[in-house]
């Protein structure tokens, strides 16, 4: 029999991927019971409702996001690395998502707007978490001077996520990688100067 948090996440795990890939609406809490296995009853002892399921499915599939690029961020030793790595992993989103339905940033955005307000204050507060990180990282190739000094980082951060996103947005509409590559370029030229 397993136990309490292995039963947590496992509904977390398929509530999450459900959520991505067909959307907040559109995933019922049937079909995360047909996914899981669990019944209704078993993933209402779990989370109180649909919506701090969403909530938490929402934190994992970020944490799962985080975790991947900050390895890949640890693993460069100046800011134009990390800035090209963070822009290597979102382009990763075309043609090998690290988290199956693509990048759940983008994915909840589109749905929340206003309809949804708890999951659009949680994917506020994961934008933060990936802007403040670009700034650090800025704010350290400064220090270095690996960075220019009157760089603007909070103006350079948020061209860089909304030209990301951007970018997966468009290519995953014309289901090519054209967009997100002229997006690359151009980040690419602010990183580097070139």
Request: hydrophobic share 35%; charged share 25%; net charge positive.
């Amino acid at each position: 029999m397993r136990n309490s948090d292995e039963n947590h996440w496992i509904i977390l795990h398929q509530a999450g991927g459900l959520f991505n890939s067909h959307g907040y609406k559109a995933t019922s809490i049937g079909h995360i019971t047909a996914a899981s296995g669990f019944t209704k009853g078993a993933i209402y002892r779990h989370f109180k409702s649909k919506e701090k399921l969403e909530e938490e499915a929402l934190g994992y599939l970020s944490g799962i996001m985080f975790e991947n690029l900050t390895k890949r961020i640890k693993a460069q030793t100046n800011a134009g690395g990390k800035l090209r790595t963070i822009v290597n992993f979102f382009e990763s989103y075309i043609s090998k998502p690290p988290i199956k339905g693509g990048c759940p940033l983008l994915n909840v955005a589109v749905e929340t707007d206003d309809g949804n307000p708890h999951l659009r204050r949680k994917a506020n507060s994961i934008l933060e978490v990936l802007r403040n990180s670009i700034v650090h990282i800025l704010s350290k190739g400064v220090e270095f001077g690996q960075i220019r000094k009157n760089t603007d980082k909070n103006y350079f951060a948020t061209i860089m996520i909304a030209s990301l996103e951007g970018g997966i947005m468009m290519s995953k509409l014309s289901r090519t990688d054209k967009d997100i590559r002229i997006v690359i370029r151009h980040l690419e030229g602010m990183i580097f100067g070139n």
